[in-house]
């Protein structure tokens, strides 16, 4: 039987492309994970890892657009559950997340050449902004990564003529929707009625889980970030903050 020749070596050249970016991935993963809890708690983490620690404590959460969706609420719950609350942890999900964003650059190589599909996944290991916010807490990196890969598998479901690629492109868009989700609903709320609600509601909850209960839960906005944030309903579960000079 005759061998495509041709093939064989499209074959050998996507075998040596596909190496090279799982090792630019397998670098990227380390510069993001290397002393990944060694700087302490931006305000805007510190927030967020509040609320965090808040619903794993009391199961209730609601949307606030000011902090898009509910995917890291929920993922870094069962993290923290299962590893403990500190600041690696807080930024793990991000980190491993962003880390695997320069597979995306595989997606594109029927469009690119083999240098460039190389090139594309180097860029979006070690540009400087993707690595810094992939060692932070926040969504800006993980609603890149996902749309990103659905960008990538509408393309290679036109390219492959695989409708499969369909399915998932749609499946990594609507996570992607869970990450920065920000709609607000029309019309205003009166000031201190959904907070008096929602204390009322949080109270109630922990009493009933044997919880113990020093006055009403804190607003939405949590508390003041200085020196150390953390829950008290939730003790020993703590994150670094910078204190303030004086």
Request: glycine share 8%; hydrophobic share 50%; aromatic share 10%.
């Given at each position: 039987?005759?061998?495509?020749?041709?093939?064989?070596?499209?074959?050998?050249?996507?075998?040596?492309?596909?190496?090279?970016?799982?090792?630019?991935?397998?670098?990227?993963?380390?510069?993001?994970?290397?002393?990944?809890?060694?700087?302490?708690?931006?305000?805007?983490?510190?927030?967020?890892?509040?609320?965090?620690l808040r619903y794993e404590a009391t199961g209730l959460w609601h949307y606030r657009?000011?902090?898009?969706?509910?995917?890291?609420?929920?993922?870094?719950?069962?993290?923290?559950?299962?590893?403990?609350?500190?600041?690696?942890?807080?930024?793990?999900?991000?980190?491993?997340?962003?880390?695997?964003?320069?597979?995306?650059?595989?997606?594109?190589?029927?469009?690119?050449?083999?240098?460039?599909?190389?090139?594309?996944?180097?860029?979006?290991?070690?540009?400087?902004?993707?690595?810094?916010?992939?060692?932070?807490?926040?969504?800006?990196?993980?609603?890149?990564?996902?749309?990103?890969?659905?960008?990538?598998?509408?393309?290679?479901?036109?390219?492959?003529?695989?409708?499969?690629?369909?399915?998932?492109?749609?499946?990594?868009?609507?996570?992607?929707?869970?990450?920065?989700?920000?709609?607000?609903?029309?019309?205003?709320?009166?000031?201190?009625?959904?907070?008096?609600?929602?204390?009322?509601?949080?109270?109630?909850?922990?009493?009933?889980?044997?919880?113990?209960?020093?006055?009403?839960?804190?607003?939405?906005?949590?508390?003041?970030?200085?020196?150390?944030?953390?829950?008290?309903?939730?003790?020993?579960?703590?994150?670094?903050?910078?204190?303030?000079?004086?």
């Amino acid at each position: 039987m005759a061998i495509d020749s041709e093939r064989v070596r499209r074959w050998l050249s996507d075998e040596r492309v596909l190496a090279a970016i799982l090792a630019v991935t397998a670098a990227g993963l380390v510069a993001r994970l290397f002393a990944l809890g060694h700087r302490v708690a931006q305000w805007d983490e510190g927030r967020v890892a509040y609320w965090t620690l808040r619903y794993e404590a009391t199961g209730l959460w609601h949307y606030r657009p000011i902090v898009h969706g509910p995917f890291l609420f929920h993922v870094d719950a069962r993290v923290f559950s299962l590893f403990g609350a500190n600041d690696f942890t807080l930024r793990l999900v991000v980190a491993i997340v962003g880390g695997l964003l320069p597979l995306a650059a595989w997606l594109f190589r029927e469009r690119l050449r083999d240098s460039e599909t190389v090139a594309l996944s180097l860029l979006l290991a070690f540009n400087p902004f993707l690595l810094y916010y992939s060692r932070f807490f926040r969504n800006d990196v993980l609603v890149a990564t996902f749309m990103l890969l659905g960008v990538g598998l509408f393309v290679r479901a036109v390219d492959a003529g695989d409708h499969r690629y369909l399915y998932a492109a749609v499946a990594v868009v609507a996570l992607g929707f869970t990450t920065k989700l920000s709609l607000r609903r029309g019309g205003r709320r009166r000031p201190g009625v959904h907070h008096e609600g929602e204390r009322a509601r949080l109270s109630a909850l922990l009493v009933r889980r044997g919880r113990p209960v020093a006055g009403s839960p804190p607003p939405p906005g949590g508390p003041p970030v200085a020196g150390r944030i953390a829950d008290r309903r939730v003790p020993g579960r703590r994150f670094s903050a910078p204190r303030r000079r004086r």
